[in-house]
């Protein structure tokens, strides 16, 4: 099999490049996935009380009175409450147009910055974002950040806060009321409780609508799959077919082209199911090898991605390398089979009568 290596390398690196391709787009489709709920992962709270109707804090604009915080404060069970809104909105920076999610959190409570990398958190009239929006705008600490209108100072720089394509700007609760012009309101309140099953039951037998943050994760992920996931997905498919036919292919090649080489083996004496097992070993140790050279692959390619687009994240899961690597090898085996068995159905003589 490695009487001809160009042809081998050239094979390795086919099945490696196409490996590389169905991890890539996966990974690039769990990234999406995971960065849809990136402040869901870190609310901090147990509970979240929202206003009846509410799925999710960014596309439902949820308004409750502000007094609904005392009256959750007094449920038994309730260990700690806080104040926050959420909402979408577009900056004006510098000429330009950015998308961003906004958050006004209580200051020490739950839902507030939760990695700082420059400056510190924001008080009231002041903002800290996302370190990607203040690299792609030229932002700084101590700039004038315009939000609907009214200039916040910049006092911080915040790590891993964007969601996918939006990242997240950080002002207080009561910085965010008084720019909306929504005085004696407030948007949600995050709860802190040791038994939250039981002290859910008890906010709903009040009137109020309770959220946990997984439902608030699972409702976004179920939304970014509504706007992003049929073409997405439809890419991963394509190259997922495409990568284990091209699998496929360079393992039926490979074979095919050594079919003389097995008929001589026949010939000195080897049987059927050994030439069947030494193909089919060959092709899966070529498949094993690739799939090693897509890895190398896409490390280098995760690395492109990130210096290219720091919004996208390609986030390889186990589930996604095991699918992968089953459907590969199944392929490359199927597709080393149908040589394998011509050659072992082969008479023998034939083999010294062939062309190589």
Known sequence: MTAR????????L???????????????????????????????????????????????RSTLPAEVAGVVAAVPGVTGTSRARTMYTILELHGDKAAA?????APGGPGEPWDLAEGRAPADGEVAVDRLLSQEHGLA???????????????????DTAMFMTPLVFVTESTLTDVLGAAGTT????????????????????????????????????????????????????????????VALVSYTVVAEHRRDLGVLK???????????VTLTVTLGFSVVGGLVAVGLLAVARLAVTAWQPAFIVA???????????????????????PARQVSRVDAATAFRSGS
């Open 5 to 12: 290596p160009g042809r081998l390398v050239a094979g390795v």
């Open 14 to 60: 086919a099945i490696g490049l196409a490996l590389m391709m169905i991890l890539l787009l996966d990974g690039l489709w769990a990234g999406v996935q995971e960065r849809a709920t990136t402040y869901e992962d870190h609310l901090g709270a147990d509970l979240v009380v929202v206003a009846p109707g509410t799925e999710s804090l960014f596309s439902d």
């Open 101 to 105: 999610a906004v958050v006004g959190f």
């Open 141 to 159: 600490l101590g700039d004038a950040l315009p939000l609907m209108g009214r200039n916040l100072t910049v006092v911080g720089l915040t790590d």
């Open 187 to 246: 948007g949600v309140v995050l709860v802190t409780t040791e038994n939250p099953e039981a002290t859910a039951e008890r906010l709903r037998s009040q009137g109020l609508t309770v959220r946990t943050p997984a439902e608030l994760a699972g409702a976004a992920r179920e939304l970014t799959t509504r706007i992003f996931g049929v073409p997405i997905r439809l890419m991963v498919a394509v190259a997922f077919a495409a990568g284990v036919l091209i």
């Open 267 to 277: 010939a000195i004496g080897a049987p059927a199911a050994r030439l069947q097992f």
């Open 316 to 338: 390889v899961t186990p589930a996604a390398l095991g699918r992968t690597a089953v459907a590969a090898a199944a392929m490359a085996l199927l597709a080393a089979w149908v």
